[in-house]
């Protein structure tokens, strides 16, 4: 691996997370890390990566800690992690000089603060900041874990919390939590403000673990971090779907129409920082509205329109099963199976809605048999669970949700707003 990344020109970094467990004062524990990253340098790794994160740091994991650093307390964990760093740093340079090996970005050690999610200036800061050698490269996720948005400013604020430009680790498109539960991420990257070039040691996605379909959002991040001034999030969207597609006009619709109804791009909070499904939900309203305003030409035509859009819905799937070439298709079918599942049926649900409120503006009997036959495919596909372990939470798919699930729900009580038929002659 190491090979072959060297090979392509990719940095490859190994990482180690010993927060749980280690002590700072013992050379024993040093001496471990220092033999893990010589075995690795052996074998031609340059860069390596240790994890403070999600750790207990105001409290030891050994009596010798205190004697050396101080009490128990933020500032004392910033201080010991910066001992323990510039241990590492020491050889990492070390062994660049042996061995000749270019520095920077290839010879680099990357740290992740245990205060990762935000940009306020503390006390752990601070300590780690001005203890830490300035050769090491400070990981941060933003002004949260998952940021709805991150900003100039907000790049500048964590340079002077940590004494240094960070490195930015993005929290997208991983699915790895609560909120993100049923969902693949596949939005554009977007809402990073053109700028944080200049504010930024650099920039990597945290992925999900259904590789390919990270994709999307991580081409997006590329072409943010190439050039950031310059960054379309639709037109780099709509380019890493044709680049899945084998450059396929058809495949790479459909493969925009499912990404739609994975839009949705949660937080930790109750508020998603990019909408569901916004192509289809355009489709929605305009019928919700066309039927509050008994307008029956307009109810007529958004119908037709959001038809097509079921129609194109149902047969997405199989077109992406056809038409996604080689390994990339292999993938993104294995990891996607069960949306891909679920969002045939919710087409199929959707038409029949469609085919429902048609019915009744016809004042036909078949609108209660369609609502009906629409909700048994919406409970069959609701029913769908995600592939047992492929995430960290799984659960039932979720597709379009807050948009199909709400409007297949809803139309039966819609139509008594639609006007009755004209009496025929």
Not at 78 to 90: I, R
């Amino acid at each position: 691996m190491v090979d072959v990344a060297n090979r392509e020109h990719v940095n490859f970094v190994y990482a180690i997370s010993p927060g749980p467990s280690v002590c700072y004062s013992d050379p024993a524990d040093l001496a471990a890390i220092r033999a893990k990253f010589g075995a690795l340098r052996a074998r031609g790794v340059r860069s390596f990566y240790v994890a403070f994160d999600d750790i207990e740091y105001t409290k030891w994991n050994c009596k010798d800690d205190e004697a050396k650093f101080g009490a128990p307390g933020e500032a004392a964990a910033g201080k010991a992690q910066a001992s323990l760093l510039n241990a590492v740093q020491a050889d990492i340079t070390a062994d660049n000089v042996s061995s000749g090996a270019h520095t920077g970005r290839h010879g680099a050690l990357i740290m992740v603060p245990t205060e990762y999610y935000n940009a306020t200036v503390s006390p752990y800061k601070t300590a780690l900041g001005e203890a830490l050698d300035p050769r090491v490269v400070v990981q941060w996720t933003g002004t949260d874990v998952v940021p709805s948005s991150i900003s100039v400013s907000d790049a500048k604020a964590a340079t002077k919390a940590f004494g240094r430009k960070t490195l930015l680790w993005d929290n997208y498109p991983v699915n790895d939590y609560g909120e993100s539960a049923g969902r693949l991420l596949m939005a554009p990257y977007d809402r990073r403000q053109a700028g944080l070039s200049s504010e930024l040691e650099g920039v990597v996605a945290n992925p999900m673990n259904q590789e390919v379909a990270s994709r999307p959002a991580v081409a997006g991040l590329l072409a943010f971090a190439w050039n950031d001034s310059a960054y379309d999030a639709q037109r780099t969207w709509r380019a890493a779907a044709r680049d899945m597609a084998g450059g396929d006009a058809e495949t790479t619709q459909a493969l925009l129409t499912f990404f739609d109804t994975q839009h949705l791009a949660p937080t930790f909070g109750h508020q998603p920082w990019q909408p569901q499904a916004p192509v289809l939900a355009a489709k929605v309203d305009a019928v919700r509205d066309a039927l509050a305003s008994g307008d029956v030409a307009a109810l007529r035509a958004a119908l037709a329109r959001l038809g097509k859009a079921a129609d194109a819905l149902a047969a997405a799937p199989d077109r992406i099963r056809a038409g996604v070439p080689g390994e990339t298709g292999r993938g993104f079918v294995a990891e996607a199976a069960p949306w891909l599942d679920a969002t045939a049926l919710w087409g199929r649900s959707l038409r029949l809605t469609v085919d429902g409120l048609n019915a009744a503006l016809e004042g036909s009997e078949a609108a209660p048999r369609d609502f009906a036959e629409a909700k048994a495919l919406a409970d069959k596909a609701t029913a769908i669970q995600s592939i047992p372990g492929a995430t960290r939470i799984g659960g039932p798919i979720k597709v379009a949700d807050g948009v199909l699930d709400t409007f297949v729900a809803d139309a039966p009580g819609l139509v008594w707003q639609a006007p009755a038929p004209a009496p025929k002659p």
